[in-house]
């Protein structure tokens, strides 16, 4: 990948070689086995380092050719399918999603009572393509042990899992037919699922198209993102990045992949919008420079500029907080920074990313026109500050 002088995007060489220390401290200390990470100001990568492993047992390094599951990251790029059907009036934010999944038209809302004991009510309103992009249509990803709407959840995705060689389409039907409760009123909180997931499906009707080939066809081919995909080819299994998570003992293992997504080096049928996508640090970069650069890149339009402009912006309602996050609002596909003061690492207003549940992070800062990635595969995720250090580290460098 071309490099170019940091004094010629403003900023210091100096300051940047403060990131190299920090990042082989991770490696040196076995706290990850591999980062990679990438500076870029407008338009143009000023610095790119890697650090440690892909494989600790091979000792094969990481180099900007690693290719990395990045989990979450897919949600910002279905997000953008969206919206490029939404430019083509073949979807609409404000579409009910019953008219694309019928089971959703009469959802009921899971009211609280004491203990375990709950009530259902019918929604007010109806679950909105808009509240999938922006997780406010009342889903969950199942994840509270000491929730009762998230144990219904776990119930129903431990009988979809079991499903071998499941589709796009019957993993969503079946998540339909369940017809789990909603945990809010449509449009009126915030809760994390797999919401994204079920975009993935309404893009492959709304497009006419599967929804992997729209991806390739509109967003991965346009770009140049050549190593992005729901899966990683023979020919590339060497360049794939190994998950790591904590031994008991100390050290690091091998994390084994998760109930229901099978093995990653396999062609999928079920490609998840929610996070399902492998990537490298380049390829990622180029379609972060598209939405920083106004929905352009190297000639090729992928959005309009008023609609990367309104991707941007914070669309949840008044008071309602992303993951209870107080410095941020939620925009089409990411977190939006309103309040840098309440920040735990340093941005602009207007900030906007995401990150993935191996601790992949990315984000966009307009203001400063600077993108930054950080790439790593470790799980638990965000529970190291490693994200904070180098946020930290990144912007100190400006000029």
Avoid at 170 to 184: C, D, G, Q, S, T
């Amino acid at each position: 990948m071309h490099t170019v002088q940091p004094e010629s995007v403003c900023l210091s060489s100096t300051r940047l070689e403060r990131i190299k220390p920090v990042m082989q401290a991770y490696i040196d200390s076995n706290t990850f086995a591999g980062i990679s990470t990438l500076i870029a100001r407008r338009g143009q990568v000023a610095h790119l380092e890697c650090f440690g492993w892909q494989n600790l047992e091979t000792k094969q390094p990481i180099t900007e050719e690693t290719i990395f599951c990045i989990w979450s990251m897919t949600k910002p790029i279905t997000s953008a399918a969206a919206m490029i059907l939404c430019e083509e009036g073949r979807l609409r934010l404000c579409d009910p999603l019953s008219r694309y999944i019928p089971e959703y038209k009469d959802a009921k809302v899971m009211v609280s009572r004491s203990g375990d004991a709950y009530d259902l009510v019918p929604a007010v309103r109806e679950m909105t393509i808009h509240d999938l992009i922006t997780h406010t249509g009342g889903l969950s990803y199942g994840g509270d042990s000491h929730s009762a709407l998230d144990a219904l959840y776990r119930q129903t995705m431990t009988a979809i899992d079991s499903v071998k060689d499941i589709t796009l389409e019957k993993w969503v039907r079946m998540f339909a037919e369940a017809r789990l409760p909603l945990a809010f009123q449509p449009g009126t909180a915030f809760r994390y699922s797999f919401s994204i997931d079920i975009l993935g499906y309404v893009i492959q009707l709304a497009s006419g198209r599967p929804f992997e080939e729209f991806l390739q066809d509109r967003i991965f081919g346009p770009l140049g993102m050549v190593d992005t995909a729901f899966w990683v080819p023979p020919e590339k299994v060497g360049r794939l990045a190994l998950t790591y998570t904590p031994c008991e003992g100390g050290g690091l293992k091998v994390v084994p992949p998760p109930p229901g997504r099978g093995e990653i080096t396999q062609k999928t049928r079920n490609p998840a919008g929610g996070g399902g996508l492998v990537s490298t640090i380049g390829d990622y970069a180029r379609f972060g420079q598209m939405l920083l650069n106004g929905g352009e890149l190297d000639g090729t339009r992928i959005l309009g500029r008023k609609t990367v402009e309104w991707m941007l912006q914070n669309h949840l309602p008044p008071g309602v907080l992303p993951m209870n996050e107080p410095a941020n609002g939620f925009g089409l596909g990411g977190a939006v920074l309103l309040h840098p003061g309440l920040s735990h690492r340093p941005g602009s207003v207007g900030r906007f990313g995401w990150g993935g549940a191996a601790n992949t992070k990315w984000w966009i800062d307009p203001v400063e026109q600077m993108q930054c990635l950080l790439m790593l595969q470790y799980m638990p995720c965000f529970t190291i500050p490693v994200v904070e250090d180098f946020a930290q580290l990144a912007y100190q460098a400006l000029e």
